[in-house]
């Protein structure tokens, strides 16, 4: 299977801690590298999990809180000093743009690429980047500010070609990719050799969700559903509930209640109030209600 991977760069809040780093991940598909968030400290993670500066294709930022984006004119520095001339391209609610723009004309005005700003709408669920490996989607939340989360959908892949009929039946190399797009097999003798005993079925493409931050919201599954990995903050437990109810952001159960209705295969609990020490009470008030649910931490690597 083609490794879709989900690596963990910082999963705490807006409070610094010596145990956490701001919000940061990196999606990796077939090879593409795709960041989602970029608080204080990214790089440096980025260093310690040896990810390739360069292989970072686009960035996608939720929303305009510093524990989310603090880290990017940073890492944009750092891009041109290592010499990439690979174009970024950055996701973002507009106003990000008035931000980033000024920052690049007095931080940045002799790097070797360019960046690109992509204006998102976060109260709407569009597609907003779309390549032969995957689509990503923003997802509307409900936070103080404007704020999305975001959609990875792998595509569907071809068949997988049945060696052992090729080699049986004969077939030449040069017909395999028709097979694969579902063309039959014609014997000399004319019998129709059906697509379906040439090739096995491909994986079921999968998704990752990554919800960041938000009040909890009843209706959030229905955009949710059959996630193999939903990623949603936990900010508080059930003992800070008001807290929760007060800057709109949600208990771990709340993250477990989304997770259920929408079907998800597995919840990863992130962005931790700097308040808990120990985010065991966060797991065990979650898997209350989803079994299948597990802490983020910085360096994890998680097969999708």
Known sequence: MTPFKL??????????????????????????????????????????????????????????????????????STFGLQGRTAPLHVYAPKELEKILTPQLQLFCTHLSYDVHFHEVNASEQNIVYEDDSLSVETIPLEHRIPCCGYLFREKPTLPHIRRDMIDYLGIPI??????????????????????????????????????????????????????????????YGDDNLQMAEKYNHSTARQAAFVA???????????????????????????????PNTMLANEKMVIDI
Not at 183 to 190: I, Y
Not at 203 to 212: I, K
Not at 263 to 289: M, T
């Open 7 to 76: 690596h963990i760069l910082g999963c705490g809040s807006a409070l610094p801690t010596t145990r956490h780093y701001a919000s940061s991940q990196i999606v990796e598909l077939r090879g593409k590298l795709f960041m989602v968030d970029c608080g204080e400290g990214t790089q440096i993670q980025l260093r310690r999990a040896r990810i390739g500066f360069n292989k970072i294709r686009a960035v996608f930022i939720s929303h305009l809180h510093g524990d989310h984006c603090f880290g990017l004119i940073g890492m944009i």
């Open 174 to 235: 040069s017909r395999i990719n028709n097979i694969k797009h579902g063309a039959d097999w014609v014997k000399e003798d004319g019998t129709v050799v059906p697509n379906n005993l040439l090739v096995s079925p491909p994986q079921p493409p999968r998704a990752y969700a990554y919800c960041s931050d938000t009040r909890y919201i009843p209706t959030l599954h229905e955009r949710l559903k059959d996630v193999d990995l939903l990623y949603h903050e936990s900010t």
């Open 260 to 290: 259920r209705d929408a079907g998800v295969k597995r919840l990863l609990l992130g962005h931790y109030s700097s308040r808990y020490d120990d985010e065991e009470i966060l797991l065990r008030q979650a898997k209350e209600v989803f």
